[in-house]
């Protein structure tokens, strides 16, 4: 195999041509390039940063809960259910609601959009300062093959901009430009709904 190898880049050389492969290293070359993990975007991802525990994800307050887990269940845009049963309510977020009879414009929208992403896959969670809000839900920036949720919601028009301090103290005026953009560029709920149901 190696000499025939050989032999065809010599050729090519010769010819002035790209080299032609045997085929079973094209196919070699095919499947090593399908092996990178798909991240949210649509990009390759290295391999290396898969979703969690990574030290390219801020730190966080790793001591209100688990760093990875598996989602078993999307109540909607902004919430979801890990194994244990532990919901998690994403940060800085506000989707339209589609729970307790609600039927907000883009509501189920932003519910298929979060399952399509998260559901039975392994997510990474990043805390903040205030790790559980009233309905004693783990608060947390959520995190698939390394692409932040969170601000991928605001940037696709599927939520608005939820503040309340002290968590994301640091991150509200990041997370207000995304939706300003998407705002702009109607995206999602931006270009579809007359009424903004998660601004009130």
């Known amino acids: 195999m190696i000499p025939v190898l050989i032999n065809n880049l ?5 010819r002035q041509e790209k080299p032609c492969l045997p085929p079973i290293l094209f196919l070699i070359g095919l499947l090593a390039a399908g092996c990178g993990e798909t991240s949210v975007d649509g990009a390759a991802d290295s391999g290396a940063s898969s979703a969690g525990g990574d030290a390219s994800l801020p730190a966080g307050n790793v001591s209100c809960g688990p760093a990875r887990a598996k989602v078993v269940a999307v109540t909607d845009g ?3 259910t890990i194994e244990g049963g532990e919901k998690i309510r994403y940060l800085m977020v506000d989707t339209p ?18 399952k399509s992403l998260v559901l039975n896959q392994e997510i990474s969670l990043v805390y903040d300062k205030v790790c559980r809000d009233r309905y004693n839900r783990l608060l947390a920036y959520v995190y698939l093959n390394n692409r932040e949720l969170n601000t991928l919601l605001v940037e ?7 503040h309340i301090p002290p968590n994301g103290d640091d991150r509200a005026g ?20 007359s009424e903004i149901a998660c601004l009130k």
Do not use: H, P
């Open 10 to 14: 010599a050729a090519a050389r010769r």
């Open 78 to 80: 902004d919430t979801i």
């Open 97 to 114: 609601e589609t729970t307790k009879g609600a039927a907000d414009c883009y509501g189920l929208e932003a519910k298929e959009f979060n």
């Open 156 to 162: 696709r028009g599927y939520a608005c901009v939820l």
């Open 174 to 193: 990041e997370f207000k430009k995304i939706q300003d953009s998407a705002r702009n560029a109607k995206m999602g709920m931006w270009g579809s709904c």
